[in-house]
């Protein structure tokens, strides 16, 4: 088993809409858990970290986290052509390192 | 300037070569990461650092080395490349144990 799984799409959301993406991961001490986006190309950037159970929101977007279903998503409200990136869930566990999934694919469709 | 810089950003070399990728930080982060990304494979972690006596094995880290010269470099060597070593890697850097990590430009390395 994977210690980070995501879907790893493509994943289509028409403009305006809401984008869901999920993340499940193995290690039950977790402690922190990351969104990055990531342009083709281009270096992952920060867009939301979450370290408690419950819902996060900054902007247009919303991390939820679940510890006891070892489960972490991202919402992205109002979808825009420019959100059209990859998505990397990372988390850093017991070990203190940062694993990612796989990223997930996601394009807006104008 | 980036906080985190690597160099080369880009680099093809042919099989068998020694080759050193760099990464240098001023952000005084004590933890810095060595990843390789492949399409389709999302990031994995190769060696990790927390300081400059502690250094770890990632999930990948056969055919790789590492230094850490100093609290703000941190290089990743391939002794002999091989053609599968083809992809882009990152460097990267966080503050404290379960912080976020901020990761340099990349370094596309190709080998021919």
């Known amino acids: 088993q994977k210690e980070v799984e995501q879907n790893s799409g493509p994943l289509s959301v028409p403009e305006g809409a809401i984008a869901s993406l999920n993340c499940t991961y193995s290690?039950?001490?977790?402690?922190?858990f990351f969104w990055y986006r990531q342009y083709s190309g281009k270096s992952p950037e920060l867009i939301m970290s979450?370290?408690?159970?419950g819902d996060k929101e900054d902007g247009r977007f919303t991390a939820q986290l679940n510890k006891a279903s070892q489960y972490v998503s991202l919402l992205i409200r109002d979808s825009q052509p420019s959100d059209s990136a990859t998505y990397l869930c990372?988390?850093?566990?017991?070990?203190?390192?940062?694993?990612f999934g796989q990223g997930t694919r996601l394009t807006i469709n104008p | 300037d980036a906080d985190v810089t690597q160099t080369p950003r880009n680099r093809i070399t042919k099989t068998g070569k020694r080759i050193m990728l760099e990464c240098s930080q001023t952000?005084?982060?004590?933890?810095m990461y060595w990843y390789r990304q492949d399409p389709g494979l999302g990031l994995r972690l190769i060696y990790y650092?927390?300081?400059?006596?502690?250094?770890n094995k990632g999930e990948i880290s056969d055919g790789y080395s590492v230094s850490r010269q100093a609290q703000a470099k941190f290089s990743l060597s391939l002794e002999s490349a091989i053609p599968n070593q083809t992809a882009l890697y990152f460097c990267?850097?966080?503050?404290?144990?379960?912080?976020?990590?901020?990761f340099g430009q990349g370094t596309r390395l190709t080998v021919v």
């Open positions: 952000k005084g982060h004590d933890r």
């Open positions: 650092s927390f300081d400059v006596k502690d250094i």
């Open positions: 990267a850097t966080s503050e404290r144990p379960y912080t976020e990590a901020f």
């Open positions: 979450i370290y408690s159970n």
């Open positions: 290690d039950r001490v977790s402690q922190s």
């Open positions: 990372a988390v850093k566990g017991g070990a203190q390192k940062l694993v």
